[in-house]
């Protein structure tokens, strides 16, 4: 962020600070404290939690002030903070002790996982409100390790109602497969799905797709079309055609895991 400020590149500090707040802050790290802050009895762990949060939003007001000046200050007046505004408060520098690149690795594997659950629920169309079984598997000690210590994390986030954290994966039939960072994902289906409908709606959508696939790739094999379109048509639809193709090809795979 600093570098794209002081390259002028306004664009781009925007949209790392975005991805920031939105993302990293909101969407993992306050979804990975809840469990901390609601389940835990020692004051310690809540104090220590919120002073956390207050120092990060903090800081985080200061790098967006430039972005959005009346906001920033006026929910920076309601916190408590040291300074008269926001506007003179010192901007933030990097800080090397705040960087832990395993604490980054793990909370990686860990949110690769619950996006990959969470996909398999949306493409199988179970109810958010349903809780699942998962079983995850990894050779890696050190990952076993990172999938223990944030088993809460993907009960929660994921909706699970048991993780079962093994060394292999037990090859269950009508169950979805995914790969995660070195963590493999099998989640049994029998009883989370009607199977005669969910193959007739992806046998449906198969031929849709494939018909779409065909009318864009007789437009393609046609000189006319070719030559008399402009060139941005031509793209456009060959765009489509990729698109197409890898709607079918991922159809396909989740009717044969059926």
């Not at 060394?167 to 039939?173: A, G, M, Q, R, T």
């Not at 000189?223 to 197409?244: I, K, M, T």
Request: net charge negative; proline share 4%; aromatic share 8%.
């Amino acid at each position: 962020c600093q570098t794209s400020l002081e390259s002028f590149r306004f664009h781009e500090a925007s949209h790392y600070l975005y991805h920031f707040f939105w993302h990293e802050l909101c969407d993992w790290y306050l979804e990975f404290l809840k469990p901390r802050i609601l389940d835990s009895t020692e004051l310690e762990d809540h104090q220590l939690s919120f002073l956390v949060v207050h120092f990060v939003f903090d800081q985080a007001l200061k790098l967006l002030h430039p972005f959005m000046p009346f906001i920033t200050e006026e929910l920076w007046q309601r916190l408590p903070h040291e300074g008269d505004a926001l506007a003179i408060a010192p901007f933030p520098v990097s800080r090397e002790e705040f960087i832990d690149l395993e604490a980054e690795k793990s909370i990686a594997t860990l949110e690769d996982v619950i996006v990959k659950i969470r996909n398999v629920r949306a493409e199988m169309n179970i109810q958010p409100s349903r809780k699942i079984d998962v079983n995850l598997a990894s050779s890696d000690p050190t990952i076993v390790t990172i999938l223990q210590e944030g088993l809460i994390h993907i009960l929660n986030l994921a909706r699970c109602a048991n993780v079962n954290i093994l060394s292999s994966l037990k090859n269950l039939e009508h169950s979805a497969r995914r790969v995660a960072l070195g963590v493999e994902i099998e989640i049994p289906l029998v009883g989370l799905i009607d199977f005669e409908a969910e193959r007739a709606k992806l046998e449906k959508e198969i031929a849709g797709a494939e018909k779409e696939m065909f009318q864009i790739q007789q437009k393609l094999s046609n000189p006319d079309f070719l030559s008399g379109a402009p060139e941005s048509v031509v793209q456009s639809n060959r765009e489509r055609l990729l698109l197409a193709t890898d709607k079918f090809q991922k159809l396909r795979e989740s009717l044969s895991r059926l």
